[in-house]
């Protein structure tokens, strides 16, 4: 009973730390939720780490600190959350707050992806079209996006886009192409717009319409700028 008690409080000490970062909430806000956050961690909440981590990683309410981050992420991960065992395979691949590591990168995606996380499924394949800490297989890194674009990861369904472009691990095809590029630009993907903008002036895999690519172009300009402001 006490033990079922220690549990309900944690739960709810975890629960009101993230209702602190809903919505437009200040900083002051943020540190409140950090806090909590920590208590529920230290009491053995395994979500409240997840979340840690990407506080530090973001910096949301505290400085980031990606050794920190990094810490709790594999703290979460260790215990089978897929998204932080995610987190720690992108931490190693890009060098963050550790030593990079492609190898120890790709360990940690794929076992993300067999439990079912969609954009380490996608990161895994992506390794497997590069070889990157694995050995490269142009096929498996393909079927491995595509599973992942089906699952609406945009980037993803960029990938998919150019690997139909380049007949790269599956057949060369401008229709399916275009139809991966146009799926990932609805979702605010700038490169696959500027792709579409692109097939629609060359009339690759769609007869040629310099309206729609300047229109497409134009998109692809606009969200570009938007991601670095």
Same mark, same amino acid.
């Given at each position: 009973?006490? $033990?079922?008690?220690?549990?309900?409080?944690?739960?709810?000490? /975890? $629960?009101?730390?993230?209702?602190? /970062?809903?919505?437009?909430?200040?900083?002051?806000?943020?540190?409140?939720?950090?806090?909590?956050?920590?208590?529920?961690?230290?009491?053995?909440?395994?979500?409240?780490?997840?979340?840690?981590?990407?506080?530090?990683?973001?910096?949301?309410?505290?400085?980031? &600190?990606?050794?920190?981050?990094?810490?709790?992420?594999?703290?979460?991960?260790?215990?089978?959350?897929? &998204?932080?065992?995610?987190?720690?395979? %992108?931490?190693?691949?890009?060098?963050?707050?550790?030593?990079?590591? &492609?190898?120890?990168? %790709?360990?940690? /995606?794929?076992?993300?992806?067999?439990?079912?996380?969609?954009?380490?499924?996608?990161?895994?394949?992506?390794?497997?079209?590069?070889?990157?800490?694995?050995?490269?297989?142009?096929?498996?890194?393909?079927?491995?996006?595509?599973?992942?674009?089906?699952?609406?990861?945009?980037?993803?369904?960029?990938?998919?886009?150019?690997? /139909?472009?380049?007949?790269?691990?599956?057949?060369?095809?401008?229709?399916?192409?275009?139809?991966?590029?146009?799926?990932?630009?609805?979702?605010?993907?700038?490169?696959?717009?500027?792709?579409?903008?692109?097939?629609?002036?060359?009339?690759?895999?769609?007869?040629?319409?310099?309206?729609?690519?300047?229109?497409?172009?134009?998109?692809?300009?606009?969200?570009?700028?938007?991601?670095?402001?």
């Amino acid at each position: 009973m006490a $033990r079922l008690e220690r549990h309900s409080e944690v739960v709810k000490t /975890f $629960r009101k730390a993230i209702g602190k /970062f809903s919505g437009r909430q200040s900083w002051e806000e943020f540190s409140a939720g950090v806090r909590l956050l920590k208590q529920a961690a230290d009491r053995g909440c395994v979500q409240a780490h997840e979340w840690l981590g990407a506080v530090y990683d973001y910096g949301l309410g505290v400085r980031p &600190n990606r050794p920190r981050a990094l810490v709790h992420y594999m703290n979460a991960a260790r215990s089978g959350k897929t &998204n932080a065992q995610y987190h720690v395979g %992108v931490f190693y691949f890009e060098g963050r707050g550790v030593k990079r590591s &492609n190898r120890l990168a %790709v360990r940690w /995606f794929r076992l993300a992806a067999r439990g079912g996380d969609e954009d380490a499924t996608d990161a895994l394949g992506y390794c497997y079209r590069y070889g990157l800490g694995i050995q490269k297989d142009s096929r498996r890194g393909f079927e491995l996006q595509l599973k992942a674009a089906r699952r609406g990861v945009a980037r993803a369904q960029f990938s998919v886009g150019v690997c /139909f472009s380049r007949g790269e691990g599956t057949r060369r095809s401008p229709r399916e192409a275009l139809r991966w590029y146009l799926r990932a630009a609805r979702k605010g993907h700038s490169g696959a717009a500027h792709n579409v903008g692109h097939f629609y002036e060359n009339g690759l895999g769609v007869r040629t319409n310099k309206r729609l690519a300047r229109s497409w172009y134009h998109r692809a300009d606009v969200l570009r700028k938007k991601k670095t402001t």
